[in-house]
């Protein structure tokens, strides 16, 4: 068997080598002329996608290239403590919750991928594919083709291959929230090194962390309507903060600002797959950053699908015990994550009710028990 693997972002890699592991052929079809080593800000991948990565022997080199953040603290803007829960749950071997750049994540997979001697072929935008009954063909915009057994999408929020499949396929749906991000050197800011400061301000959402070599990683989330974006996003997010603790404006205003991306996810996707075509990762459900979930849930359905292809008699019943397998674990995160971006994006009223019940719930629900069903996921393969 040979898979047209669509997408070379975090699940394309993933995919590829999961499928080797089974005796699939894989080929990474990149839509984008070149590669994303400077694309994106940083994201977390939690204990289980580390597992994730472990079952694919390429988890040293992405823990190396991040670091550790095992916890959260909750604050409001007023600076009151709110409460403190896990940032996923620790490994057999004492493995934590990574934080690492995007493009060093992006780099490792990849190149993990390409010393496994897997193909990636770059300004391969799909347009359409064709099936028989021997196979699928995959015809791209600059008028190349690729034939294969199946089609596995990996393709992301925006997937083209989703629309290819059922055009009445859900769009994203936009949290309210934009997305800003940076790392500081030598900011001055104090911290226990690997803890992840929540603020949950008056106007926006601020997090950050400080790493053991001074330098300080941060993220906001700024409520906005679709499409108001402001001429200077660094002075629009210094503005938001103003009214919190004057530490987090001053590290926004000590460093470069790229204009804020507007975080979406997915609602139910009802077609994840039909006839050799299959939707896997963000394409399929997409969440959104909040949870911290979005990379290792690609590294998790990597490894599934290439279990059901081992296991089951051909594509089709994979496909469907592909489906059985994840679709209930990842609609849950999914909408687990859509809960905390609500609350980041919450008005005046909400906000004063959010702060007075917050610590409750960390108390009553953000245990590490209570987090077990989605940081102690583990997968054999």
């Known amino acids: 068997m040979k898979a047209l693997i669509i997408g070379c972002g975090i699940g394309g890699p993933a995919t590829a080598m999961a499928l080797q ?112 009954e021997r196979g699928v063909t995959a015809r791209f915009e600059n008028g190349a083709e690729a034939t294969g057994d199946i089609i596995v999408a990996t393709d992301g ?46 106007k926006a959402f601020f997090g950050y962390t400080v790493a053991a070599s001074g330098q300080t990683w941060w993220f906001a989330n700024l409520p906005r309507r679709l499409g108001d974006e402001p001429a200077d996003w660094q002075a629009a997010l210094a503005e938001a903060l103003a009214g919190d603790d004057d530490r987090f404006a001053d590290l926004v205003r000590r460093g470069s600002v790229d204009p804020g991306l507007p975080i979406h996810d997915l609602p139910p996707v009802p077609t994840w797959h039909r006839g050799r075509v299959l939707l896997t990762g963000d394409a399929a459900h997409a969440t ?32 469907e015990s592909y489906e059985r397998r994840r679709r209930a674990r990842v609609e849950r995160v999914v909408a687990w994550s859509r809960k905390i971006s609500d609350r980041k994006a919450a008005g005046p ?14 108390r009553r629900s953000a245990g590490d028990e209570s987090l077990a069903w989605m940081y102690r996921h583990h997968i054999d393969l």
């Open 21 to 132: 592991q089974v005796g699939i052929d894989a080929e990474i079809f990149e839509a984008y002329d070149q590669t994303a080593d400077n694309v994106g800000s940083f994201l977390n991948v939690a204990s289980n996608g580390l597992d994730a990565l472990r079952t694919l022997d390429a988890h040293k080199a992405v823990m190396a290239a991040g670091i550790p953040t095992p916890r959260m603290v909750m604050w409001s803007g007023t600076g009151r403590r709110l409460g403190e829960v896990a940032n996923g749950l620790a490994l057999d071997d004492g493995t934590v919750s990574h934080t690492i750049q995007r493009s060093d994540l992006y780099r490792v997979v990849r190149d993990e991928a390409l010393g496994r001697g897997i193909p990636i072929t770059y300004g391969r935008r799909l347009v359409s594919y064709e099936e028989s």
């Open 157 to 202: 929020l925006h997937s083209r291959t989703r629309t290819l499949l059922d055009q009445a396929a859900p769009a994203p749906r936009y949290s309210g929230l934009y997305s800003l991000g940076g790392i500081v050197e030598d900011a001055g800011v104090t911290g226990e090194p690997g803890v992840y400061n929540m603020v949950f301000g008056r």
């Open 288 to 319: 959104s950053p909040s949870s911290g979930q979005g990379a290792s849930m690609a590294i998790e359905d990597a490894i599934v699908l290439a279990a059901c292809l081992r296991e089951e008699p051909g594509h089709t019943a994979a496909f």
């Open 349 to 362: 009223v909400a906000r004063v009710l959010r702060d007075l019940m917050l610590p409750v719930f960390l």
